[in-house]
């Protein structure tokens, strides 16, 4: 079997991580949702587990939940979980296809997964700004910032893994910073610095972070004169496949038409299915 790629260094982003804070910038963030997701599924939770990169932020997340490193293969034991949570770890994943299948071997039938992780638009202005900088200081470019999945291509993922009633939505934020260095702050903090497998080991040049800052105090500068970032939190819905929950009914089957339900007269459409123009 072929393995996946390797999209990280992992010595160096292990040293990312063990340098972040106890509660980085956007994980309480990210608390924050999750719980409020929580509140809305009518059920308790006895037997949850939380796999991060970081203990810290979220140790006390879940009375009694189990926590688990993103390693590779994850220490969960099979249909043992009635709540999976993956927090702030699956956009380093070389495999997230099979992080997310073990999750789901690790719920019980009709148990819940919820995963947030950075992704889509995630610092998109840093990403241009350094790639245009290089690339007139150079003349090429070299792996800098972490590529992003996209909202749709992870809800594709849901359902690769297995899972039923797969659901992905997002939460767009915003972030004001004096300058580069002060992001770098923000990122270093969260454990997110550059880990990438491609990335140069030699030091950049200061004339690269010099014209990427000035590249982004003029196309995205804040009103009060910083400089606006962006971070997509993408958060992730399946349930464990269960007997008892609601299928999609087979094509044909309606005994109602929808006409009838909205209280409207229904038009046939045209032969050739369109609709003639008023005008």
């Known amino acids: 079997m072929t393995q996946p790629p390797e999209i990280a260094d992992a010595a160096a982003l292990a040293r990312n991580r063990q340098r972040a804070e106890a509660m980085p ?3 309480a963030q990210a608390r924050d949702e999750l719980q409020e997701r929580l509140s809305e599924v009518n059920r308790r939770f006895t037997t949850p587990a939380i796999i991060s990169a970081l203990a810290a ?13 993103d390693d590779p293969v994850l220490a969960l034991e099979e249909g043992a979980h009635d709540l999976v949570i993956h927090a702030m770890a699956l956009h380093w994943a070389a495999d997230p296809v099979g992080q997310l299948v073990q999750a789901r ?13 950075f992704g889509g638009q995630t610092l998109a202005e840093l990403r241009a700004a350094l790639a245009q900088a290089e690339s007139e200081l150079t003349g090429g470019l070299s792996p800098r910032v972490l590529p992003m999945a996209e909202i749709r291509d992870l ?14 939505d997002s939460v767009t934020l915003r972030a004001d910073y004096r300058d580069l260095r002060h992001l770098a702050t ?12 491609g990335r140069r080991r030699r030091p ?11 590249l982004l105090r003029a196309h995205h ?3 009060n004169g910083r400089i606006r970032i962006s971070y997509d939190l993408i ?7 269960d007997a008892s929950q609601p299928r999609p009914l087979r094509p044909g089957s309606a005994s109602t038409r929808l006409a009838e339900v909205l209280g409207t007269r229904e038009t046939p459409l045209p032969r050739g299915g369109l609709i003639p123009r008023k005008d």
């Open 25 to 27: 910038f956007l994980h």
């Open 57 to 69: 932020p979220w140790v006390d997340f879940l009375p009694g939940a189990v926590l688990v490193a």
């Open 105 to 117: 071997r690790a719920l019980k039938p009709d148990g819940l997964f919820l995963g947030v992780l």
């Open 155 to 168: 809800g594709a993922l849901l359902q690769r893994a297995g899972f039923a009633l797969p659901v992905a």
């Open 186 to 197: 923000d990122l270093r903090a969260m454990g997110e610095g550059n880990a990438l497998a």
């Open 204 to 214: 950049a040049p200061r004339a690269l972070f010099d014209r990427a800052e000035a």
């Open 221 to 223: 500068a804040a009103p």
């Open 235 to 241: 958060f992730l819905t399946g349930w464990a496949p």
